[in-house]
């Protein structure tokens, strides 16, 4: 009988107990945040570093809250994609595989969404200050329709 957890195509074509399936999706899943990670990583360290610039003395109120909501969506991006090696860490040689990968797919998840929140915010802002508001609206709308579609719909078309 197969494990309510496996898809058609692990069911057929993979000859793993449920404890390797788990083990492989956890490799597979701190691939992915690795990559996440980087990203976050970066962003989070250039957003930090604006206030500390003498342009930043020169931003409209629009754009300093701009700048605050993005680095908050940037924190919660870099809370929810480093929480799994926390949660690796409390729960490691506990037996608790299948649920440590199943709420750390979900921060992932989160974490994405706040990720690409970010990086929108990111050049919303930039836009803003050097091409101004029209540009950035547009540009920052474009850039969310492009995420949206290309990290979400498409491999959603693709299951």
């Known amino acids: 009988m197969a494990d309510r957890d496996e898809t058609p195509h692990e069911r057929f074509d993979r000859h793993e107990t449920p404890e390797q399936r788990f083990d492989r999706n956890w490799t597979e899943l701190l691939q992915e945040l690795r990559v996440a990670q980087t990203g976050v990583q970066i962003l989070f360290a250039f957003l930090l570093t604006l206030p500390f610039s003498q342009r930043f003395a020169m931003v409209s109120g629009g754009q300093e809250a701009a ?85 979400y719909l498409l491999p959603t078309l693709k299951r």
Do not use: M, Q
């Open 67 to 151: 700048y605050v909501v993005t680095l908050l969506c940037t924190a919660v991006a870099t809370l929810c994609l480093i929480a799994p090696v926390s949660h690796h860490r409390i729960l490691f040689r506990r037996g608790r595989k299948k649920e440590l990968v199943a709420i750390s797919s979900n921060l992932a998840g989160i974490g994405l969404v706040f990720l690409w929140l970010s990086i929108v915010g990111a050049v919303f802002l930039i836009f803003d200050v050097v091409l101004g508001l029209s540009w950035a609206v547009g540009v920052g709308g474009a850039l969310a329709v492009a995420f949206i579609g290309i990290w």
